[in-house]
């Protein structure tokens, strides 16, 4: 069966620097997603891509953040300069219409 | 804006006793709503959806409601074992159509064996 993946499983990265987070959806879908969720919380929405575009983002997803489709597989979060607050777990999803297939998450750590 | 409420943080039940979980919501009522389950450390399975013009779905021991004039959805586990013991978040669609979505707090159930 289908799954999404994501690279690194785990990250830890000193505070200021520049970290790229890593899915590959599954490969049919046309929909992607970044979440995170700090330890503890609940899954946050960061943002939505469609056609090659952001579709959607909440108020988490600053100018600190960006997404990527490079090529016709990967799908990649890049935080420009890490906070502390930044620390949890991020999950890629994809979908190819309304029901959303997670990945397992890259559990990221800023020291 | 468009807010979720799973109103048990925690939930203990006996094996083979019936687990409801509910999930309410404070606005519009959206397209559809769907039911994950998380495991410590892991990412959220899609488990149901249920939308707007269905009263009710059935999956194996699973079964979610939806009542739109009461605004809530509740999600039952029949015959639960301890393998159900997870938490279970509900989600849905922040405005219809936009594909971003908020997830409720969760509700970490545990079936005692």
């Known amino acids: 069966e289908p799954e999404v993946t994501q690279t690194p499983s785990h990250q830890v990265t000193q505070m200021g620097q520049e970290v790229i987070l890593r899915c590959v959806p599954i490969?049919?879908?046309?929909?992607f997603y970044w979440y995170r969720q700090i330890l503890g919380q609940k899954v946050e929405f960061l943002v939505s891509?469609?056609?090659?575009?952001?579709?959607?983002k909440s108020e988490i997803f600053d100018d600190q953040f960006s997404v990527e489709r490079p090529d016709g597989s990967n799908f990649t979060l890049k935080i420009r300069s890490t906070k502390l607050e930044d620390s949890a777990m991020y999950f890629c999803?994809?979908?190819?219409?309304?029901?959303?297939?997670f990945g397992p998450g890259t559990r990221l750590t800023v020291l | 804006s468009q807010k979720i409420e799973q109103n048990s943080e925690a939930l203990n039940i006996q094996e083979g006793k019936t687990a409801t979980l509910t999930c309410n919501y404070t606005?519009?009522?959206?397209?559809?709503l769907q039911w994950y389950r998380q495991d410590p450390g892991r990412g959220p399975v899609f488990l149901l959806l249920?939308?707007?013009?269905?009263k009710e779905k059935r999956k194996e021991r699973l079964k979610v409601t939806f009542d739109t004039t009461l605004k809530q959805s509740l999600f039952h586990i029949t015959a639960s074992q301890p393998a159900d013991s997870a938490t279970y978040l509900c989600?849905?669609?922040?405005?219809?159509?936009?594909?971003?979505?908020?997830f409720g707090t969760g509700t970490r159930l545990k079936v005692l064996a």
């Open positions: 999803a994809s979908s190819l219409r309304d029901t959303q297939y």
């Open positions: 249920i939308r707007e013009n269905e």
């Open positions: 989600a849905l669609e922040v405005t219809s159509g936009t594909y971003k979505y908020i």
């Open positions: 606005n519009y009522s959206p397209a559809y």
């Open positions: 490969s049919n879908h046309l929909y």
């Open positions: 891509f469609y056609n090659n575009e952001i579709s959607e």
